[in-house]
């Protein structure tokens, strides 16, 4: 059958979509799809802001009952999971997915889409990982043809959901070649074709009710929306995209919740995700017409917060997983024989050993990427490390909000327009200045005004320094706080270039690196200069010089 056929096969006939309504007669077939993504490893609940209280957001025991609830109130409910549940807390280093996946089966997960995280320790883990799931796990533009380790990937599923058939197709960013570690034996295509490949030999089964499971992020599924055919819904994930309406000032979402685009065949596509760490669940609910074609929808993210409760029996079985934690917290990573110092008066005005630390590991731990220059905002760095010994206990401190490191191609202007954006509350002690950077050196003058006051920027190259080319691009890397535009930094919220958010947890590539180090002897120091700072704040504390081997610059 040619293509032509298949899709007309699939597609002919079916009104616009509309709002949901009853089920109705003549075929009709309504479900509930409810979905997270980049869990990376939160089992446990982490504490947000919302309108000004700390709260408890996500946990898997408040999902767990969660979902119990959807699967008993909602019709055919269909529980998904858009990738990355590796990486990102102790529960990760400990157990390697093994405990999320437990949790995933408690939840009723019936799909996993494979993210890039899920290749950080090579094949082998995730190996692991699949041969043990009660659930498939499934990327169609991942070749893992030269790797039988992970023969169990395949480029779909079909399901039975309420008697009908719904095929499920996964897609996985490509970036994960130099964003993980999949080793020689994977290979990443396009996943365009791939899905526009799997759609026809789905609808060739006669499975017309089609889901795609996306790892590629939120803006390539928009772009995927435009391109393909018979397939109406997009649930995604890796981007980390908070879609919907909420009432607390706090959460600024990046569209509607489905973000609607027109097809080559001017159909609606349905393009949710559902933010991360499993802070909300996605509820889209949709009715099919016997020809698999959406007549209805209607939706709207959950967020996972009190008074939502908790599943006493999930909360036993996570206080067991959590035993091995607390002396991972204890864990010793590495000596340190100077105070690396996180004041805030310090960091929020100046260069400081630790911030500059801090940035260095950025640089390192993404330098397979081709990174260049690394940005840290000292409000994000929280507490003092004394010389002695550096604990696990004593990073989470020091970086203790989660945030992941996001490699994004940026134009010199826009560098120059983050640093400036760093110097503009200097007199405020904001968090927004840019204590840590790596790559780079700058000066700024505090008796010009805000918006003008970097004076000079240079770049690391080989054999020194040179000044920064504004059109020019340098690949850097940030916290995942103010690539979103936190502190004011839409000069990288709004760059149109290169954008991956790692998923790289920055306290736990702070501790690889200093594992690498062994024992930090200094920090490489002269990378900020201040002009005409006010006599009343100038400072003269300690700043300690690294031996060449450990200054990364």
């Not at 997960?109 to 094949?123: K, Q, T």
């Not at 570690?181 to 089609?210: H, Y």
């Not at 008074?307 to 934690?325: G, H, M, Q």
């Not at 290169?498 to 947890?505: A, K, V, Y």
Request: charged share 20%; aromatic share 8%.
């Amino acid at each position: 059958m040619r293509r032509r056929e298949v899709l007309k096969a699939g597609l002919v006939g079916g009104a616009a979509l509309a709002g949901l309504g009853k089920a109705q007669s003549g075929g009709s077939f309504s479900m509930t799809i409810v979905h997270v993504n980049d869990t990376h490893a939160r089992i446990e609940p982490v504490n947000v802001s919302l309108s000004g209280q700390a709260t408890p957001m996500g946990g898997v025991a408040r999902r767990v009952a969660l979902f119990d609830r959807l699967r008993a109130t909602e019709p055919n409910p269909l529980f998904l999971h858009a990738g990355d549940v590796f990486q990102g807390t102790l529960y990760f280093n400990q157990y390697q997915g093994l405990a999320d996946r437990y949790f995933m089966h408690r939840e009723g997960i019936r799909v996993m889409a494979l993210g890039n995280h899920e290749f950080d320790l090579g094949p082998e883990p995730l190996a692991n990982f699949i041969n043990g799931a009660r659930f498939p796990v499934v990327s169609a533009n991942t070749d893992v043809s030269r790797e039988p380790r992970l023969a169990k990937v395949r480029p779909y599923a079909v399901l039975y959901v309420g008697g009908e058939r719904v095929g499920v197709i996964g897609l996985t960013t490509p970036d994960t070649s130099i964003i993980a570690n999949p080793g020689p034996t994977v290979r990443f295509t396009d996943p365009v074709p791939a899905a526009q490949n799997a759609i026809n030999e789905l609808l060739a089964r006669g499975v017309n009710k089609i889901i795609i499971l996306s790892h590629l992020g939120y803006l390539a599924d928009l772009e995927l929306a435009r391109r393909i055919v018979g397939c109406q819904v997009i649930v995604g994930g890796h981007s980390h995209t908070l879609l919907g309406q909420f009432p607390h000032r706090e959460l600024q979402p990046a569209g509607p919740y489905p973000t609607v685009v027109k097809n080559p065949e001017g159909k609606d596509v349905l393009v949710v995700q559902a933010w991360e760490w499993g802070k909300v669940v996605g509820v889209l609910r949709l009715t099919f017409d016997e020809k698999g074609l959406l007549t209805g929808y209607q939706g709207q993210p959950i967020l996972v917060t009190p008074p939502l409760r908790e599943d006493v029996f999930t909360n036993e079985a996570v206080r067991v997983y959590a035993i091995p934690i607390a002396a991972l917290n204890a864990q010793v990573v590495a000596q340190t024989r100077v105070a690396l110092d996180g004041e805030r008066a310090n960091v929020r005005r100046r260069e400081t050993n630790l911030a500059s630390l801090i940035a260095d590991a950025m640089l390192w731990k993404t330098r397979s990427a081709g990174t260049v220059v690394a940005l840290q905002n000292g409000g994000g760095v929280r507490a003092t490390i004394p010389a002695g010994p550096i604990t696990v206990g004593k990073v989470y401190e020091v970086l203790p909000f989660g945030n992941t490191l996001v490699v994004l191609d940026l134009k010199g202007s826009e560098i120059i327009a983050a640093l400036e954006n760093g110097v503009s509350q200097w007199e405020q002690s904001s968090g927004r200045f840019l204590s840590g950077v790596a790559g780079l050196r700058y000066t700024f003058d505090l008796s010009r005004p805000v918006g003008q006051r970097v004076t000079r920027v240079e770049v690391a190259a080989q054999g020194g320094f040179q000044p920064i080319d504004p059109n020019a691009t340098y690949r850097t890397v940030v916290n995942s706080f103010i690539a979103a535009g936190g502190d004011g930094f839409t000069s990288l919220r709004d760059a149109k270039g290169f954008r991956s958010d790692t998923g790289f947890s920055d306290a736990e590539s702070f501790m690889e690196y200093l594992r690498s180090l062994g024992t930090v002897e200094g920090v490489a120091g002269g990378r900020i200069t201040i002009l005409n700072e006010p006599r009343s704040q100038r400072w003269d504390g300690p700043f300690y010089v690294a031996s060449p081997a450990q200054a990364v610059v």
